[in-house]
């Protein structure tokens, strides 16, 4: 297999191109955004990426099979826009792979009219955040005037390095002269946190920005009760870990 093995799996006739993109990562509010896009929208998938880059297993599905990870990308026409949306099972492992992958989806969008790529991600924080906030950063002069009208908070200064996709496929778009922007929304740093409520609030952005008529209530319902069960999760994590410190303190110290 090559290092990036590149899946056509349908044409398009498609001009002008917005992407967005969303893998998993902090709380995945990427991901959870972009799946929620593609199956809210219908889009069809139109090219996938597998690599030996991408970690070495595979995902079992509810009837018993398997496949190796895989990334997507997927496309839907909406009035005049033609948006593409990137997402799949895992990040690329490593830095070489990052930016492999990264260069090998601009490649495939070379032949199109690219007028933004927008990543998604989050911003890791050690608390489950009440009020969280969305931070941009955009190499778009409309863009950012969009993002300001939002009241969203700008990285500059407040956003050490954006590590993985979601920043190297941005600063690759800018290296070749495509507009790009990333948003990141505050969420909890813990390997059991779903974050739902913060991808809700970049799906509220990009339902504006693309005029995307999503059906954001649907999201609504599934968030108060995903987020009950996601902190009694935790709590029950925490407890257990407590409990693991006091046993090996009371073997020890015996």
């Not at 999503?214 to 996601?230: P, T, V």
Request: aromatic content about 10%.
């Amino acid at each position: 297999m090559r290092d990036i093995e590149v899946k056509e799996l349908k044409k398009v006739n498609a001009k002008k191109i917005f992407l967005l993109e969303g893998l998993p990562g902090v709380g995945n509010v990427g991901k959870i955004a972009v799946d929620f896009m593609v199956e809210a929208l219908d889009a069809k998938k139109i090219f996938e990426f597998h690599s030996p880059f991408f970690p070495h297993c595979v995902f079992v599905n509810e009837r018993g099979g398997f496949s190796l990870p895989k990334i997507g990308l997927y496309h839907i026409k909406r009035g005049k826009k033609d948006l593409f949306f990137l997402s799949g099972d895992v990040q690329p492992s490593g830095e070489r792979a990052c930016y492999l992958l990264s260069e090998a989806v601009l490649d495939v969008l070379k032949s199109f009219s690219v007028q933004e790529v927008v990543t998604l991600g989050g911003m890791a924080l050690e608390n489950i955040p009440d009020q969280p906030r969305v931070f941009y950063a955009s190499s778009g002069k409309q863009s950012s005037e969009f993002y300001k009208k939002k009241h969203l908070s700008h990285c500059g200064g407040s956003v050490g390095p954006i590590i993985g996709m979601s920043g190297v496929l941005a600063g690759l778009a800018k290296e070749r002269n495509i507009p790009s922007s990333i948003l990141l929304a505050e969420t909890f740093n813990h390997p059991t946190y779903i974050g739902v409520k913060e991808s809700r609030l970049l799906l509220d952005i990009l339902n504006s920005k693309f005029n995307l008529r999503l059906n954001l209530k649907e999201l609504d319902k599934e968030i108060e009760m995903i987020e009950k069960e996601i902190k009694n999760k935790i709590e029950r994590f925490f407890l257990q870990q407590r409990e693991d410190d006091d046993y090996t303190h009371v073997s020890y110290m015996g």
